[in-house]
């Protein structure tokens, strides 16, 4: 039975947040919204009478939380089969207002970058650069002293600096290469495909086992388009349709069957070329791209 939760509760006060601070940790959509609904079946059980801050404590409890589900899960990625890509993420213009600190924070090169980062340091960063709490508040959160907490923040900004991948953000300049990829791409133009990609461009792509998909990155223009439009042209994607969307804030490529999303291309431009190239088709990885997603915490 799923608990319904007043609309001035604080947990619905603050579930955006809530939901960006699961989500960022753990990059995952199914597991984000596992943690939210484990905090408030805690947070229905507390004593609220001795809860000064309830954001604090709500942000305290999700963190914590996460923090065991990412422990436990660093170990099980270790045999993934193939590249593990986190989560992709719907943040279309009808769903911005819901979930606008994520959409404006996060991209999918930035969470495949957090994945380098110990657990601790993954959660000071991201209470910290993403939604700017305090090293003091953060110390309260991990249970360490904020002096350490300090130490942890500047070591994991250095460590995402150093990461992070360099592409150009201009709205424009990304429509019009996102059509010209999707309309290459539908024609099995493979030339035209290749003139979009950098000379040095890696794909990724996420299978999961669960699907068929390259157990290895796939450098250079000429490996990436013909790995992506021999993928698009296989008889179980037959009547597939490519759609621009908006997936963890920025634009990218639905694969869609029959209204249903069966993959999608996000990507980072450089140049007007794409540099970096990630498939997500793994369908047990694909609930956060449903127009109809749903919370299931209430």
């Given at each position: 039975?799923?608990?319904?939760?007043p609309a001035d509760d604080p947990f619905t006060e603050h579930r955006r947040l809530l939901f960006g601070t699961a989500y960022q940790l753990l990059g995952?959509?199914?597991?984000?919204?596992?943690?939210?609904?484990?905090?408030?079946?805690?947070?229905?059980?507390?004593?609220?009478?001795?809860?000064?801050?309830?954001?604090?404590?709500?942000?305290?409890?999700?963190?914590?939380?996460?923090?065991?589900?990412?422990?436990?899960?660093?170990?099980?990625?270790?045999s993934y089969v193939g590249p593990w890509l986190p989560e992709p993420l719907l943040t279309a213009p009808d769903r911005a207002a819901e979930e606008t600190?994520?959409?404006?924070?996060?991209?999918?090169?930035?969470?495949?970058?957090?994945?380098?980062?110990?657990?601790?340091?993954?959660?000071?960063?991201?209470?910290?650069?993403?939604?700017?709490?305090?090293?003091?508040?953060?110390?309260?959160?991990?249970?360490?002293?904020?002096?350490?907490?300090?130490?942890?923040?500047?070591?994991?900004?250095?460590?995402?600096?150093?990461?992070?991948?360099?592409?150009?953000?201009?709205?424009?300049?990304?429509?019009?290469?996102?059509?010209?990829?999707?309309?290459?791409?539908?024609?099995?133009?493979?030339?035209?495909?290749?003139?979009?990609?950098?000379?040095?461009?890696?794909?990724?792509?996420?299978?999961?086992?669960?699907?068929?998909?390259?157990?290895?990155?796939?450098?250079?223009?000429?490996?990436?388009?013909?790995?992506?439009?021999?993928?698009?042209?296989?008889?179980?994607t037959a009547g597939v349709t490519l759609e621009a969307a908006t997936v963890n804030g920025e634009l990218a490529v639905l694969a869609v069957i029959g209204?249903?999303?069966?993959?999608?291309?996000?990507?980072?431009?450089?140049?007007?070329?794409?540099?970096?190239?990630?498939?997500?088709?793994?369908?047990?990885?694909?609930?956060?791209?449903?127009?109809?997603?749903?919370?299931?915490?209430?």
């Amino acid at each position: 039975m799923t608990l319904q939760k007043p609309a001035d509760d604080p947990f619905t006060e603050h579930r955006r947040l809530l939901f960006g601070t699961a989500y960022q940790l753990l990059g995952g959509v199914a597991d984000a919204e596992d943690v939210l609904q484990d905090a408030w079946l805690a947070w229905n059980k507390a004593d609220r009478s001795g809860v000064a801050n309830p954001r604090a404590y709500l942000v305290r409890t999700v963190t914590n939380l996460a923090l065991n589900r990412l422990t436990s899960a660093r170990a099980t990625r270790e045999s993934y089969v193939g590249p593990w890509l986190p989560e992709p993420l719907l943040t279309a213009p009808d769903r911005a207002a819901e979930e606008t600190e994520l959409a404006d924070t996060v991209s999918t090169a930035m969470l495949v970058v957090l994945e380098t980062l110990s657990p601790v340091e993954r959660a000071v960063f991201v209470l910290r650069e993403v939604f700017g709490f305090s090293h003091a508040e953060i110390a309260g959160f991990v249970d360490r002293p904020e002096a350490s907490v300090r130490q942890v923040a500047h070591r994991a900004r250095e460590h995402v600096l150093a990461r992070r991948p360099r592409y150009d953000d201009d709205p424009e300049r990304r429509r019009a290469l996102t059509e010209r990829f999707m309309e290459a791409a539908s024609g099995g133009d493979i030339n035209a495909v290749m003139e979009l990609l950098a000379p040095d461009v890696t794909c990724w792509s996420d299978g999961g086992g669960k699907i068929t998909a390259a157990r290895r990155p796939l450098h250079g223009p000429d490996h990436v388009a013909r790995w992506l439009l021999g993928t698009l042209t296989k008889p179980v994607t037959a009547g597939v349709t490519l759609e621009a969307a908006t997936v963890n804030g920025e634009l990218a490529v639905l694969a869609v069957i029959g209204g249903q999303p069966i993959g999608v291309v996000t990507f980072d431009l450089l140049d007007d070329r794409i540099q970096n190239l990630r498939f997500q088709v793994n369908p047990d990885k694909l609930s956060g791209l449903r127009r109809d997603r749903h919370d299931p915490t209430g």
